[in-house]
């Protein structure tokens, strides 16, 4: 792949809304990482007012915009309002699989999930059981399946869609957790700085509200 047309993928996938990380696509991801490159990236979307954004510490990139007029402002409040919609569905998932898989510390981009393992945890404890149940209802997943495998499947193909898991073989059972999810916790931390109102009391008040 010659220079020019790496450049060009990265403008196309930037501007499709992707964030480019390690684990997405880690040619994209190294050619940002190159000073010159991500010159020649950011000075492309200046002239049509993008910019180059990033987020964990500059481990993920994705498109912004350098000046906001009434147009942006509403592409951003449109884009704000979809992320907090699936806020709570999102970490009640993160928290169901903390636990589930006894984790320390919250998924992060490059992390691996054992779906199989996953879903044996989830089987063996009802209240992990309870927890799949209700969050697979959500509109975001919109499950109506009835058993654990059921529901946690419809939940992973939807997160790969959303770009916050990746499948890389499709003969195994294992995701990868990409940038977009480091990039979700940083919402989340704006939020809760923001509106002084942590998440945990955000999702108490508006659990029954997101439910179908």
């Not at 510390?105 to 089987?123: D, F, K, N, Y």
């Not at 499950?143 to 959303?162: H, M, N, P």
Request: aromatic content about 8%; overall charge negative.
């Amino acid at each position: 792949m010659s220079e020019m047309i790496a450049t060009g993928e990265l403008i196309e996938r930037l501007l499709r809304g992707e964030f480019i990380c390690r684990t997405t696509f880690e040619d994209g991801w190294r050619a940002l990482k190159s000073p010159a490159t991500l010159d020649k990236v950011e000075s492309y979307l200046n002239q049509i007012n993008r910019t180059v954004a990033q987020a964990a510490e500059g481990e993920v990139f994705f498109a912004g915009y350098v000046n906001l007029g009434d147009n942006e402002r509403k592409v951003i409040s449109q884009q704000f309002r979809e992320i907090c919609h699936s806020l709570i569905p999102l970490v009640e998932w993160l928290v169901l699989v903390q636990e589930a898989s006894g984790q320390d510390a919250p998924l992060s981009q490059g992390a691996p999930v054992r779906l199989t393992e996953l879903q044996t945890r989830i089987e063996d404890t009802p209240a992990f059981r309870e927890q799949l149940a209700k969050l697979s209802q959500y509109r975001l997943f919109g499950s109506s399946a009835s058993t654990v495998d059921g529901q946690i499947k419809l939940v992973f193909k939807r997160l790969v869609e959303l770009g916050y898991l990746i499948k890389p073989n499709p003969e195994k059972q294992i995701f990868i957790a990409t940038g977009k999810l480091d990039y979700l916790y940083e919402v989340i931390r704006f939020i809760d700085e923001t509106e002084s109102l942590s998440l945990e009391a955000q999702a108490e008040t508006a659990s029954q509200r997101e439910l179908i």
